[in-house]
């Protein structure tokens, strides 16, 4: 009996104690539980706040890289704005129908010797006695280059954009007004129909070939002293590759740029007409150009351009003459802050194209007047305010090709300065040194300078 009494209370002892033990584990269970949902609340609120952190860092990258990108581009658009790089063709906008913009510009000229014009001097007429006295000295000033123009979007032909360019200045001199009566010019006038990568232009337009210029004298453009291309009634045909190269070809008006007519008034017949148009075909011009990735771009481009010319009286036996160039182009930043451009070329018969200085024949042996030339300008892009530059130019005809009194080299080398006040508002100041040759180995040399004041609109 006593050993079942001593059993039963030593089981109650044990199923006490193991009671007591499930209690114990409960409560760390419930212990580890809350510990648990606190954990878990926590991570919830940390990753909460992660999700907005990393939302206010997305949030100001985003700004960030707006701001950059905006500051990029306006670096990018002063930066070739300031360059003059301006390809073969003028960009026209797209937006409202009609987009007026252009400047209102003030020049003044100081030359040291007597140029063919003091305004728009293509040579320095020689210093003989005959033709001019030696330091005969020249000022003028004008407004001739104040620009308006006009960028017209017409919506769509098809599935391509229609848009259009008129351009006037008042560059034109007439025989007649006074100084202070300039006359209006058409610089630009085309329409152009666009689709992704290809475009098509008809109207006045730049030259294809030669699409560069020196930022130094903005009458003339260097044209006839080793800067070739100008302005002309042209159809032309632009097209962008899969990579970095471009196409671009033209037909235009020969004979629209110096009017030329070498036998004007001469037998056999009464009736005249101009050579280039006489030859009965328009020129052709043709430039590839491979353009570098990354935000300095390197631009090189080659070109060529061949037309007709046609007279009525014979020279040297022959009535046709054929006029021609080859050429290249090349824009290299060096840097961030300097920029190479320029070109170099050949040409015959290039009085139409601005080259060989102005001269097409020799109308006493009827050869086609033959040369090289060039030029190569280096800009400092200081700040947003200051842009300095200094450049050479040359034209250089084959001698033999030449009259006796032909131009056989004209020489410029030239610095300038632009200082921009405000967005809108900017002044600069030009010095060229200018020297010309003759066949007669007399020459003109002399020093233009030329301040002028610009307020875009």
Same mark, same amino acid.
């Given at each position: 009996?006593?050993?079942? &009494?001593?059993?039963?209370?030593?089981?109650?002892?044990?199923?006490?104690?193991?009671?007591?033990?499930?209690?114990e584990?409960?409560?760390?269970?419930?212990?580890?539980?809350?510990?648990?949902?606190?954990?878990?609340?926590?991570?919830?609120?940390?990753?909460?706040?992660?999700?907005?952190?990393? %939302?206010? &860092?997305? +949030?100001?990258?985003?700004?960030?890289?707006?701001?950059?990108?905006?500051?990029?581009?306006?670096?990018?658009?002063?930066?070739?704005?300031?360059?003059?790089?301006?390809?073969?063709?003028?960009?026209t906008?797209?937006?409202?129908? &009609?987009?007026?913009?252009?400047?209102?510009?003030?020049?003044?000229y100081?030359?040291?010797?007597?140029?063919?014009?003091? /305004?728009?001097?293509?040579?320095?007429?020689?210093e003989?006695?005959v033709?001019?006295?030696?330091?005969?000295?020249?000022?003028?000033?004008?407004? +001739?280059?104040?620009?308006?123009?006009?960028?017209?979007?017409?919506?769509?032909?098809? @599935?391509?954009?229609?848009?259009g360019?008129?351009?006037?200045?008042?560059?034109?001199?007439?025989?007649?007004?006074?100084?202070?009566?300039?006359?209006?010019?058409?610089?630009?006038?085309?329409?152009?129909?666009?689709?992704?990568?290809?475009?098509?232009?008809?109207?006045?337009?730049?030259?294809?070939?030669?699409?560069?210029?020196?930022?130094?004298? %903005?009458?003339?453009?260097?044209?006839?002293?080793?800067?070739?291309?100008d302005?002309? $009634?042209?159809?032309?045909?632009?097209?962008?590759? @899969?990579?970095?190269?471009?196409?671009?070809?033209?037909?235009?008006?020969?004979?629209?740029?110096?009017?030329?007519?070498?036998?004007?008034?001469?037998?056999?017949?009464?009736?005249?007409?101009?050579?280039?148009?006489?030859?009965?075909? $328009?020129?052709?011009?043709?430039?590839?150009?491979?353009? @570098?990735?990354?935000?300095?771009?390197?631009?090189?481009?080659?070109?060529?351009?061949?037309?007709?010319n046609?007279?009525?009286?014979?020279?040297?036996? @022959?009535?046709?003459f054929?006029?021609?160039?080859?050429?290249?182009?090349?824009?290299? $930043?060096?840097?961030?802050?300097?920029?190479?451009r320029?070109?170099?070329?050949?040409?015959?018969?290039?009085?139409?194209?601005?080259?060989?200085?102005?001269?097409?024949?020799?109308?006493?042996?009827g050869?086609? /007047?033959q040369g090289?030339?060039?030029?190569?300008?280096i800009?400092?892009?200081?700040?947003?305010?200051?842009n300095?530059?200094?450049?050479?130019?040359?034209?250089?005809?084959e001698?033999?090709?030449?009259?006796?009194?032909?131009?056989?080299?004209?020489?410029?080398?030239?610095?300038?300065?632009?200082?921009?006040w405000?967005?809108?508002?900017?002044?600069?100041?030009?010095?060229?040194?200018?020297?010309?040759?003759?066949?007669?180995t007399?020459?003109?040399?002399?020093?233009?300078?030329?301040?002028?004041?610009?307020?875009?609109?």
């Amino acid at each position: 009996m006593r050993m079942r &009494v001593c059993l039963l209370l030593t089981f109650l002892c044990l199923a006490e104690a193991a009671w007591a033990g499930d209690g114990e584990t409960e409560e760390r269970l419930r212990q580890l539980e809350e510990q648990n949902r606190e954990i878990l609340e926590r991570l919830k609120q940390s990753e909460g706040k992660n999700t907005k952190l990393e %939302s206010e &860092v997305d +949030r100001l990258r985003t700004i960030e890289n707006q701001m950059l990108e905006q500051d990029v581009t306006q670096y990018l658009d002063t930066t070739r704005a300031l360059e003059g790089a301006q390809p073969a063709g003028t960009p026209t906008k797209k937006g409202a129908f &009609v987009t007026i913009y252009g400047f209102l510009r003030f020049d003044a000229y100081y030359n040291t010797a007597r140029f063919d014009s003091v /305004i728009i001097p293509t040579r320095v007429i020689a210093e003989d006695g005959v033709a001019a006295d030696a330091n005969d000295d020249q000022f003028a000033m004008d407004v +001739r280059l104040t620009r308006i123009g006009f960028d017209f979007n017409f919506g769509k032909v098809g @599935s391509s954009d229609a848009t259009g360019k008129l351009e006037l200045d008042f560059a034109n001199f007439p025989s007649g007004p006074s100084e202070s009566r300039p006359t209006p010019r058409i610089r630009l006038a085309y329409t152009q129909i666009e689709s992704g990568k290809w475009w098509i232009r008809l109207g006045q337009d730049w030259d294809v070939a030669s699409p560069l210029f020196p930022t130094v004298n %903005s009458e003339t453009l260097m044209w006839n002293a080793g800067n070739p291309g100008d302005r002309r $009634p042209q159809a032309e045909f632009f097209w962008k590759g @899969s990579g970095s190269i471009t196409i671009q070809v033209a037909l235009g008006l020969q004979g629209a740029v110096n009017n030329q007519d070498l036998d004007a008034g001469a037998p056999p017949f009464t009736s005249t007409e101009r050579d280039g148009f006489d030859a009965g075909w $328009p020129n052709f011009e043709i430039r590839g150009a491979w353009t @570098s990735k990354g935000e300095r771009k390197i631009i090189v481009g080659v070109w060529g351009y061949i037309g007709g010319n046609e007279t009525d009286t014979p020279f040297g036996g @022959s009535t046709d003459f054929l006029s021609a160039m080859a050429g290249a182009d090349f824009t290299v $930043p060096i840097g961030p802050k300097f920029v190479v451009r320029g070109e170099v070329w050949w040409a015959q018969a290039g009085g139409d194209i601005r080259a060989n200085a102005g001269q097409t024949i020799n109308t006493a042996t009827g050869d086609e /007047i033959q040369g090289w030339g060039g030029w190569i300008e280096i800009k400092f892009l200081q700040n947003e305010k200051w842009n300095w530059y200094a450049g050479t130019t040359v034209d250089d005809p084959e001698n033999g090709d030449l009259a006796g009194t032909g131009t056989t080299e004209n020489f410029t080398a030239y610095l300038g300065v632009v200082r921009m006040w405000t967005k809108t508002f900017r002044t600069g100041f030009d010095a060229t040194f200018w020297e010309t040759l003759y066949g007669n180995t007399t020459r003109g040399n002399a020093i233009r300078f030329n301040f002028y004041a610009v307020m875009d609109f």
